[in-house]
C-alpha cells in the first residue's frame, strides 16, 4: 500500500487564517491523489468549524490545536524567543519530526525563515536560506531568487544559489536542463561588482555540472532569456517588487481603459475570457520556496486568497516527490573544489604569453 504524502499547514498564518487555509485545503483535495493528508495547526475549535461545512476535506486532515500565533509585525528574534508551541513552530516541527513531508505558512516571513532555520537546520553547509520566486516571461517561467533573504551576498553564496534554484527549477517546471544566469549592470565580464565577478569565474570554469550562460540583464528576466537567474537578495527584491508594481499598473490602466465608455465596456465582456488569461498571467507567484534547509517548507504571501494558497499546497506536493534536495547535496560537494582560486601561471609563461602578445 502507498504510504500517506502528509502536508503541514500553519492554518493560523497570514491576514485570513482559517477562513483562506480550510477552501484552500479543499481546492487541493480536488486535483491532489487520495493518499495526501494534512495537518492543520492552530485554533481546534475554529479549525473544526470550518471543516464541518466540508466533509470530503474533515477526512483526509488531522487537526493539532496550537495555543498561539505568531503576529506579523514580530521580530524574528521574538518569534524564536516565544515561537514553541505557535502553529507556525508546530508546523515546521512536524516536518523535522518525519510527521510531514513539507511546511506552509503564510505568516511572518522573517520569523518563519528563522525557525526554519533553528527547528530544520540547513543542508551541506550552507549558510541561510534564500527565497526564491516564479516569474511569467515571454518564454514560459524563469526562476529568480534570492528575493530577499540575504541582503549582502558574497561569491560563494551565489554560486550556492545557482545550484539550488537550478534544482528546483527542475523539480518545479520539468525542464530536465535548466539554463542559468547571474543578474549584473550589463552582460561584459568586467563589468559589476567583485563578488558577482568571482561567481562568473566559478560557474564559467565548469566544475559545478550546470549549464551556466554568463550574466544577464534586468530586462533579460521577463524575456526568459534563462531558465534561473540568480542575484542578492537586496538586488532580487527590489526587482521583484518592481515588477510587482508595474504589473498592477498594468491591470489598473488597462481597467480604466476598458471601463471609460460604453463601446469599451462591451469590448471588454466579449473579450473577458481573454482579459482573465491576461490577469493571470500577470499575478505573482502565491509561493516561495525556502531553499537550503533539510526540509520542504513553503513561505505563502499573507494577503493569499484560497486559490493561491492552494497552489502552494500544489507545489509543496510537487516538490516532496522530486528529488531536487538529492541534487543540491551532490552538486554542493563540488562547491570547495570550484570555488578553488586557480593556479597562478609560472613567471616564464607569463612572460612568453606577453612576448607572443607583443608580436601579434
Known sequence: MTQPLVISIDAMGGDHGPPV?????????????????????????????GLAKQPQAARRVEIRHAERVIGMDEKPAQALRRGKG??????????????????VSAGNTGA????????????????????VTSIPTARSVTTFLDVGANIDCDAERLVEFAIMGEAYHRAAHGVPRPTVGLLNVGSEEMKGHE????????????KIDLDYRGFVEGDDITRGAVDVIVTDGFTGN?????????????????????????????????ARSALMRFRERLSPTPAAPLLGLNGIVLKCHGGASDRDFA????????????DFSAEVER????????????????????AQGAAQGVRE
Do not use: Y
Not at 247 to 256: T, V
Open 311 to 322: 497552489q502552494a499546497i500544489q507545489l509543496a506536493a510537487d516538490l516532496s516527490r522530486s
Open 86 to 103: 505557535t502553529s507556525m513552530w508546530n508546523a515546521v516541527e512536524a516536518v523535522r519530526n518525519g510527521q510531514a513531508v513539507a511546511a
Open 195 to 206: 563578488e558577482v565577478r568571482e561567481a562568473n569565474r566559478v560557474l564559467r570554469e565548469g
Open 238 to 270: 527590489v526587482a521583484l517588487k518592481a515588477m510587482e508594481g508595474a504589473a498592477r499598473f498594468m491591470n489598473a490602466e488597462l481597467r480604466n481603459a476598458l471601463t471609460s465608455g460604453l463601446i469599451a465596456t462591451v469590448g471588454a465582456v466579449l
Open 112 to 131: 518563519l525563515m528563522a525557525i526554519s532555520k533553528l527547528i530544520l537546520r540547513m543542508s551541506a553547509d550552507l549558510e541561510r536560506p534564500a527565497l
Open 21 to 49: 487555509v480550510i477552501p484552500a485545503v479543499v481546492r487541493a483535495i480536488t486535483t491532489l491523489p487520495e493518499t495526501v493528508r494534512f495537518l492543520l495547526h492552530g485554533d481546534e475549535k475554529v479549525i473544526a468549524a
Open 331 to 350: 552538486n554542493m560537494r563540488r562547491l570547495p573544489d570550484a570555488l578553488a582560486e586557480p593556479a597562478a601561471a609560472p613567471a616564464a609563461e607569463v
